[in-house]
């Protein structure tokens, strides 16, 4: 609470640029699903699993459908964001038909050639690196992070007693592991975890390389919101991941409408992280 009311406090200090004026045209590029999904019961909820022999097909069918939201929601929810205007999401779609390969970006010389087609000052691309399930390397790093300083204060409280300490790790690990590696339902709580990478590469005034970089994590769907589901809906996998992956979208739409600013042309391009 101390350090929530802190943030809120510092946030109202913090001073982003204004909107760009005139506004800046983004073209924002098809999603790609780069998570390693191997099999549709990770993504989807059967009454019966789907045969062997229409496993892939329904498998790539799946991802393409969440692709294709992905891009449509991103290219909404930057066009809402004040001083830019996008690409109309039809628009991108018929431009890129015959570049779009399954799992695969569209390369950057060819983004940048439709990104001067439409007149657009940035192109956007964003990938999905984790979906349903956090990759091993991820969820890792972000259970020993918490739980090295939780074993720290159990370790001062126990004068380092390591029965207590390994006992507190087990128990943490038991608990927190559908948390941070995701997959579970408990309680009406969904942990689907989300996890998107974008970019943005200028077109206008100047060409550069990428120079704006963000990504989001979304672990948990709440009960509020998957309460704006049908009740018999909300414990549907495809559901809780497409509650989250909504508000990964938002929150990189939101961050960029207060920090991505086109680059002066004399400036030192960098690639400076914008959060997340």
Not at 56 to 67: D, T
Not at 128 to 151: K, N, P
Request: overall charge negative; charged content about 20%.
């Amino acid at each position: 609470m101390p350090g929530a009311l802190f943030l809120a406090g510092c946030s109202s200090l913090f001073h982003f640029p204004d909107p760009p004026d005139p506004s800046l045209v983004i073209l924002v590029a098809p999603v790609v699903m780069e998570a390693p999904i191997k099999k549709t019961g990770d993504i989807h909820s059967f009454e019966s699993p789907p045969s062997e022999d229409v496993e892939s097909a329904m498998l790539s069918r799946l991802v393409g459908e969440i692709e294709l939201e992905a891009h449509r929601l991103l290219t909404e929810q930057f066009g809402r964001q004040p001083g830019f205007r996008a690409v109309p999401f039809e628009e991108v779609r018929r431009l890129t038909a015959g570049l779009r390969v399954p799992g695969q970006r569209i390369p950057e010389p060819q983004l940048l050639a439709l990104g001067r087609q439409v007149g657009a000052d940035l192109v956007v691309a964003a990938s999905i690196d984790d979906y349903g399930r956090l990759q091993w390397h991820h969820w890792a790093f972000g259970w020993l992070s918490v739980a090295s300083s939780h074993t720290a204060i159990v370790g001062a409280a126990t004068a380092w007693n390591p029965l207590a300490m390994g006992a507190y790790l087990a128990w943490d690990l038991t608990t927190d592991f559908p948390l941070w590696y995701g997959g579970a339902y408990v309680l009406g709580w969904a942990f689907r975890p989300v996890h998107l990478i974008v970019d943005a590469i200028q077109l206008e005034p100047c060409e550069s390389a990428s120079f704006w970089h963000d990504e989001e994590v979304v672990i948990i769907a709440r009960k509020e919101t998957l309460a704006a589901y049908p009740e018999d809906q909300r414990a549907r996998k495809e559901v809780q991941l497409r509650v989250n992956l909504e508000q990964t979208l938002l929150a990189v739409a939101e961050r960029a409408g207060k920090t991505l600013r086109p680059q002066g042309c004399e400036e030192k391009v960098e690639r400076p992280g914008s959060g997340g």
